[in-house]
Every structure is written in C-alpha cells, then in structure tokens.
C-alpha cells in the first residue's frame, strides 16, 4: 500500500481540524468561565458522573449503565439552570459585540471612566492613610469571594468607594470586588497569601492582595494604612509603592480596550453594525 502525502491534505482534513480547534477553544473560555468559581465542583461532579458511565459501559453493567444515562440526559436541564446568570451574561456581552470586531466606544468609555473613580479614590485614601483593598475581576470568576461579601451592586464612583474604607464603619474591614464595571460587593474576604518573598512590613490587606492574585488573575489595589503606598497586584506578582503615573499607566494598559490604528469600518459595516447594536443602551 503506497501512501499518498495528498490523501492527507485534503479539504475534509482541513474542514476537521478547524472544526477541532474551535471545540477546544470553546472548551477553553468554558474553563476559564468557571474557574474560581463554585461551578468547578460542579464540573467535577460531572466528569466522575462520566467516568462511572465509562466504567459500566466496559463492564456491561446494564442496569448502572442505563442510571447514569438518565441522570446525563436530565443533567442539560440541570445545568442551564444552574448557569442561568452565567449564560445571560455571556449572551449580554455577545450581544453588545460589534459584529465585524473592533472595540465599542462604551467599553472603553466605561473602563477610563472606571479608572478615574479609582484614581478619585486612591488619591484621597492614600493622602490620609485609609486602608483599602479593591480587586477588579477579570477572566477568571470570582464568585466564591463575591459571596462573603456584602451586596452592593452600585455605579463606580469615588466618593462611594472612600465612605465604603472610612475607619470604623461596617464595610471598611474586607476587600470591595469589582464586576462588570460595578462594584459588585463590600467587605469580601480574599485568600491569604504564605509566599515568604512578601516583606514582613506589608500587613493583611498586602497577602490578601497576593492571595487573590495567585488563584485568579483579577487586579487587585492596595492603599497601605502604615505609609499610604498604593500596591498592585496580579498573576502572583506585585508592584509595590507605586506613583500615581505608575499605577494610571498600568491600569489603562490593563483595563482600557486597545483600538487598532486601522480600524475604520467600511460603509456597509457600520450599517450592520448600526442595525445591530439598534436598541441597545447607549449610556
């Protein structure tokens, strides 16, 4: 049998491959999507239902076999169900894509708008050394800390964010964890951090802000209450003592959506674009 190098490059190969490619990239944001979440023990629970049917399907295990069958075909149910405000928010956010691509002047009005709240609030705090831990998600959910907080669910603005880390008020002690361009809740409890490579003189809110860091990859703002130093932190690293042009200059690159050069919809693009972003909140 002679092998022909042109059977393997064929259309249908190439139809496969892609076809490959996209599923593990949906895959991939799925995972990402869940991460850090609850949801993860849930998709562990899952992947044992899986193997269990894997197994008795080997071992011709009938009556198990069938079981398991109607729990995987009730659990679709299940699962839309229980990922409801994980599926709108997605559909939400496809929905406000523009379809040819590029970045929407909103987004990015909104994450500028965002830092200058932060700044608002860093600014002040710092001067007067008002301890503060702010951490804005990012790919990775952050629910499982979301929910030992307490709900806000309140418009970005500095003025709320210094009452929010006024000493002695109810929800200054904790971290303030922003979701969607929102403050989604106050006085959360983030994971602490026993990297010994942190200095001795950062305190709680420091290996918290390490902590969250080395789970997610949220960003995460400290304002000291010893010095006043503004530290961020994010993959596992943190910048300490940073300038105000320090820490403006990362957050934009960070959080404010790059527009490329040469994006300049064509006529009919912005046609479509216009029918599709119809109805939609131009706030």
Known sequence: ?????????????LMNIIDILIVWYIIYRLIMLVRGTKAVQLVKGISLIILVRIVAGLLHLHTLTYFVDQILSWSVIGIIVIFQPEIRRGLEHLGRSPIFGGTTMTEKQAAEKMIGELDKAIQYMSKRRIGALITIQQNTGLEDYIETGIPVDADITGELLINIFIPNTPLHDGAVIIRNNRIAVAAAYLPLSDNSMIPKKLGTRHRAAVGISEVTDAITIVVSEETGG??????????????????????????????KEDENPRWYQRIVNHIWNWGSNKK
């Open 230 to 259: 503004v530290t961020i932190t994010r993959n596992s690293q943190f910048m300490l003592d940073l300038t105000r042009e320090e820490y403006l200059k990362y957050l934009n690159a960070q959080l404010v959506p790059k527009e």
């Open 1 to 13: 049998m002679k092998f022909n190098i042109e059977q393997i490059f064929t259309w249908q190969n």
